[in-house]
């Protein structure tokens, strides 16, 4: 059974960073394309950044050059590193796996002053 665990959100003041993780199990984060997407009060659910089995890398051009995802095959876990938010990044935040089709539960990031 394959189970993804969100945690890391929080409040955090506009420009400041937060970094997201995803603790896989029945599942290596190394078998396959793992994903973080997003879903704002009242919005569809959205691709935020996509990390494929070889490392490469994808991301929204809402958090290009501000949000960075990576992987740690050791620790079976994928992160979502932060910086610079904005009230617009307030969403709960979750993890998919692409191969699995499988989602976490959910974080919720809330950016205010």
């Known amino acids: 059974q394959v189970k993804l665990v969100e945690s890391g959100g929080g409040l955090v003041q506009p420009g400041g960073s937060l970094k997201l993780s995803c603790a896989a199990s029945?599942?290596?984060?190394?078998?396959?394309?793992m994903d973080w997407h997003r879903q704002a009060p009242g919005k569809e659910r959205e691709l935020v950044a996509t990390v494929s089995t070889r490392g490469s890398t994808v991301y929204a051009d809402s958090v290009k050059g501000r949000f960075t995802i990576s992987r740690d095959n050791a620790k079976n876990t994928v992160y979502l590193q932060m910086n610079s938010l904005t009230p617009k990044d307030t969403a709960v935040y979750y993890c998919?796996?692409?191969?699995?089709?499988?989602w976490g539960q959910g974080t919720q990031v809330t950016v205010s002053p």
């Open positions: 029945g599942i290596a984060v190394s078998s396959g394309a």
């Open positions: 998919y796996s692409v191969r699995t089709g499988s």
